[in-house]
């Protein structure tokens, strides 16, 4: 499975964007696709997933000023983040995973695939 993320840039505190990250090989709607982000000297962090069966889940940081979705049909995920700010600055990483657990949606060790990831910046 090849991942590829889009979407990230330069934008203002207050400011929005759209994550994409395109998926090719496999079933796309059999994996668990998760975002997760790492800022300069941290650990990567989880941001959101998504189930197959369209079952949402959210790190506290972003949970109610972002939205995961999926498509299926385009084999595409992604990632709406408002409200940004300076602390969401980071490398944003797509990840899709072979199975699903709800005790380990949040871990990095639960994805098999990663794409190369896109720079989000926000300027205070």
């Known amino acids: 499975v090849q991942l590829v993320e889009s979407g990230g840039g330069l934008v203002q505190a207050g400011g929005s964007l759209r994550l994409s990250c395109a998926a090719s090989g496999g079933t796309f709607s059999f994996y668990v696709m998760g975002w997760f982000r790492q800022a300069p000297g941290k650990e990567r962090e989880f941001v959101a997933a998504?189930?197959?069966?369209?079952?949402?889940y959210y790190a506290n940081s972003v949970k109610g000023r972002s939205t995961i979705s999926r498509d299926n049909a385009k084999n595409t995920v992604y990632l709406q983040m408002n409200s940004l700010n300076p602390e969401d600055t980071a490398v944003y990483y797509c990840a899709a995973a072979l199975f699903f657990s709800t005790v380990l949606v949040r871990s990095p060790s639960q994805y098999n695939y990663w794409g190369q990831g896109t720079q989000v910046t926000v300027s205070s």
């Open positions: 998504i189930t197959g069966s369209d079952s949402t």
